[in-house]
């Protein structure tokens, strides 16, 4: 069965620093997204991506985040200078639009110290 | 604001107890809401896409139905292994939204043996 898969599973970092979560999403899916979760708290929505271009972003994804598609199979978030309110779990998901089931990654926990 | 309400927060039911899960909604215009599953520490991972009032999806013991301002999860007879958080989304309403979601909070749902 496809899937999405993320890595790392887990990562610390400094505040300050910068991190590079990555994400492989459905080979033949064109729509990529990026969520957030902190503990105990809503799944928020970052970022879409389709064709190359952020389609639509939210609030929370301002100009510390970037994300990127740079070979055609992995789909990138970027943190330039970590927060220590930026430690969540960060999941990828990828949706073939025919279809509204997005499938979700297991996520990249972010402890950001 | 458009939002997503979940009740109950948690719920302790015994083995073989049926009841139901609820998501109430305030979007303008409902284009799909979604019901997923999250198992600790993972991603979400999709169960049912609702688009209309009436209408109603089953998977094992698990049957989501939508009127036009609510979801209900309906879990007939559960088991241990239906032990999870869910999580009700609905689509965006707004022009050109890419299926991005709007989440609640989740219900976490305890089966005991």
């Known amino acids: 069965e496809p899937e999405v898969t993320q890595t790392p599973s887990h990562q610390v970092t400094q505040m300050g620093q910068e991190v590079i979560l990555r994400c492989v999403p459905i080979?033949?899916?064109?729509?990529f997204y990026w969520y957030r979760q902190i503990l105990g708290q809503k799944v928020e929505f970052l970022v879409s991506?389709?064709?190359?271009?952020?389609?639509?972003k939210s609030e929370i994804f301002d100009d510390q985040f970037s994300v990127e598609r740079p070979d055609g199979s992995n789909f990138t978030l970027k943190i330039r200078s970590t927060k220590l309110e930026d430690s969540a779990m960060y999941f990828c998901?990828?949706?073939?639009?025919?279809?509204?089931?997005?499938?979700f990654g297991q996520g990249t926990r972010l402890t950001v110290v | 604001e458009d939002q997503v309400t979940q009740s109950p927060e948690a719920l302790r039911l015994q083995e073989g107890e049926s009841s139901s899960l609820n998501c109430s909604y305030t979007?303008?215009?409902?284009?799909?809401l979604f019901w997923y599953r999250q198992d600790p520490g993972k991603g979400p991972e999709f169960l049912f896409t609702?688009?209309?009032?009436?209408e109603e999806k089953e998977k094992e013991r698990l049957k989501a139905t939508l009127t036009k301002k609510e979801s209900f999860l309906h879990i007939t007879a559960p088991k241990p292994e239906d032990s999870a958080t869910y999580l009700c989304?609905?689509?965006?309403?707004?022009?050109?939204?890419?299926?991005?979601?709007?989440w609640g909070a989740g219900t976490k749902l305890i089966i005991k043996p």
């Open positions: 080979s033949n899916h064109l729509y």
């Open positions: 991506f389709y064709n190359n271009e952020i389609s639509e």
């Open positions: 989304a609905v689509q965006d309403p707004s022009e050109g939204s890419n299926y991005q979601l709007i």
């Open positions: 979007v303008s215009g409902l284009r799909g």
């Open positions: 998901a990828s949706i073939l639009p025919a279809n509204t089931e997005a499938f």
């Open positions: 609702l688009y209309s009032a009436g």
